[in-house]
């Protein structure tokens, strides 16, 4: 039973960190994609880092929009998964929500397409202001 809970959210300034957390599943899967998206008011949820594993590698991805700000890890022995974001911008505000799948996406659009994912978390809602 994977039951995701995301934690961490918070309101900063423009250029501040936060680091999220998500919790609840087992992350003891060989093959696995484990993904952070975020939706602003009136917006698509959209994907913001993402790592995908399976028996010979893993990968992470991100958009263009947070590269080299966000880092997404996974701690395994603490069965948590972390966004550690830097530098935080206005744009950067929205819900939050942690996802996982049971199988390795391979593309950009696979990556970062929410109906990919099986299990999903309720979301921690990040403010940014300017």
């Known amino acids: 039973q994977v039951h995701l809970v995301e934690s961490g959210g918070g309101s900063v300034q423009a250029g501040g960190s936060l680091r999220l957390s998500c919790t609840g599943g087992?992350?003891?899967?060989?093959?696995?994609?484990l993904g952070w998206f975020r939706q602003a008011p009136g917006k698509q949820r959209e994907g913001v880092a993402h790592?995908?594993?399976?028996?010979?590698?893993?990968?992470?991805y991100y958009p263009d929009s947070v590269k080299d700000r966000f880092t997404i890890s996974l701690d395994k022995p603490e069965r948590t998964l972390y966004l550690q974001m830097n530098n935080l911008k206005p744009e950067d505000t929205g819900l939050y929500f942690c996802?996982?799948?049971?199988?390795?996406?391979?593309?950009?659009?696979?990556?970062?397409?929410?109906?990919?994912?099986?299990?999903w978390g309720q979301g921690t809602q990040v403010t940014v202001s300017s």
């Open positions: 790592l995908a594993q399976d028996v010979r590698d893993s990968e992470t």
């Open positions: 087992e992350f003891s899967d060989p093959v696995y994609t």
């Open positions: 996802a996982f799948r049971r199988a390795r996406l391979r593309t950009a659009l696979a990556l970062t397409d929410a109906t990919n994912y099986q299990y």
